[in-house]
């Protein structure tokens, strides 16, 4: 190959790469902006094989909780005024529990045994 053909092929591919980590540096902002975490946030006992868990933040203000699946699908959905939650029909497996106090929202990763 010619030498402009090689440059020109060199100059693209780095344009191209920098503009994609600016692109991905702007989409980790927004996510990072839209995800907060609630003062104080305490979620336990973590792994859980009471049946109940405690949901504890600095303000305990009202909250609402909703636990989803590994697949994506919401299977509990409540909204707390005191700090425990009845998860008892949940089997044993890993979830995803977002909690919302205050219009901050905070995830985290729940296990029932």
Do not use: C, W
Not at 11 to 25: D, Y
Not at 38 to 59: A, E, H, M, Q, R
Not at 99 to 107: F, I, L, M, P, Q
């Amino acid at each position: 190959m010619s030498k402009k053909i090689t440059l020109f092929i060199f100059v693209f591919l780095v344009s191209l790469f920098l503009h994609e980590t600016n692109a991905q540096s702007v989409v980790e902002k927004n996510v990072s902006s839209q995800t907060s975490n609630i003062d104080g946030l305490s979620i336990y006992p973590n792994p859980t094989t009471n049946g109940k868990l405690y949901i504890v933040t600095k303000n305990n203000f009202t909250k609402d909780v909703v636990i989803y699946n590994v697949l994506g699908k919401e299977v509990i959905s409540a909204t707390l005024q005191s700090k425990e939650l009845n998860i008892s029909k949940l089997k044993p497996g890993v979830y995803i529990i977002k909690v919302t106090e205050n219009a901050v929202s905070a995830t985290r990763k729940l296990i029932v045994k």
